[in-house]
């Protein structure tokens, strides 16, 4: 159920025409940032899994891109859990238990939107997103696409009670389409074989590209350091026909 909505706003590279509304999980109200490509018909849509620094403008740019190339984007708060600190990175990890229905609600907001075709759904993430996008895509079989960029952390359970995300890769339905970099040490070069030789054993499409002399986050043009031009635009050159192949 929708309670609010905020309207447009501006983002840091080019402008991002992202809308905010709520929704209830579980009583709690979590905000959903959305971008809707323009013209009429009906989308497919892609689930966004934000990176720790939450809705900040590498995000909403991410969502903004996502619908200038033809796909309505929705992309969750997952920090609407207790404790709720500022800024967003002050947050503990969100829990998978957690990250599961948080997916879910967004899924179910999506397939109420009368532009939005479910047949045709995607999920993508950035550092502890790709973690996340990996885990939705292990737990609702809707996701025809999976956009993983440096997923670490695959073999830790963020729960007291669950498996991690890489023993679940098994039960995802859909392809996959994974970025790293090859001077990253979460998750590493033998991190990145592991989860290529578990997709491989279960009969899962994928395909996987490393960048040399990019690190961490090398997407993430908000950290300076760690950005690398090339390698951006090189992984989402391969981004967006690889969604339009598959979506």
Not at 4 to 16: L, P, T, Y
């Amino acid at each position: 159920m929708v309670i609010n909505k905020v309207s447009r706003f501006v983002c840091g590279k080019g402008i991002a025409m992202v809308d905010y509304t709520k929704i209830q999980v579980q009583n709690d109200p979590m905000r959903i940032a959305y971008s809707r490509p323009a013209g009429e018909g009906k989308f497919p849509a892609m689930v966004v899994m934000y990176h720790r620094g939450g809705f900040d403008d590498f995000t909403l740019k991410i969502c903004d891109d996502l619908a200038e190339s033809g796909y309505f984007t929705a992309a969750m708060d997952l920090y609407h859990w207790p404790p709720l600190l500022e800024p967003p990175q002050e947050n503990p990890f969100p829990r998978d238990p957690e990250i599961i229905k948080d997916v879910s609600a967004t899924l179910d907001w999506l397939s109420e939107q009368n532009d939005v075709d479910m047949d045709r759904l995607g999920i993508i993430g950035h550092c502890m997103g790709g973690r996340m996008a990996l885990l939705g895509a292990s737990t609702h079989d809707v996701f025809k696409a999976c956009v993983p960029y440096y997923p670490g952390n695959m073999f830790k359970a963020w729960s007291d009670d669950g498996p991690p995300p890489f023993e679940l890769l098994g039960q995802i339905k859909g392809s996959v389409l994974g970025f790293f970099g090859n001077d990253d040490q979460n998750p590493s070069s033998e991190d990145r074989k592991k989860m290529s030789a578990e997709l491989t054993n279960f009969g899962i499409q994928h395909e996987f590209h490393g960048y040399d002399g990019a690190g961490h986050a090398f997407q993430n043009f908000l950290a300076a350091e760690r950005y690398r031009e090339e390698a951006t635009r090189d992984s989402w050159a391969k981004t967006i026909p690889y969604l339009d192949q598959t979506l």
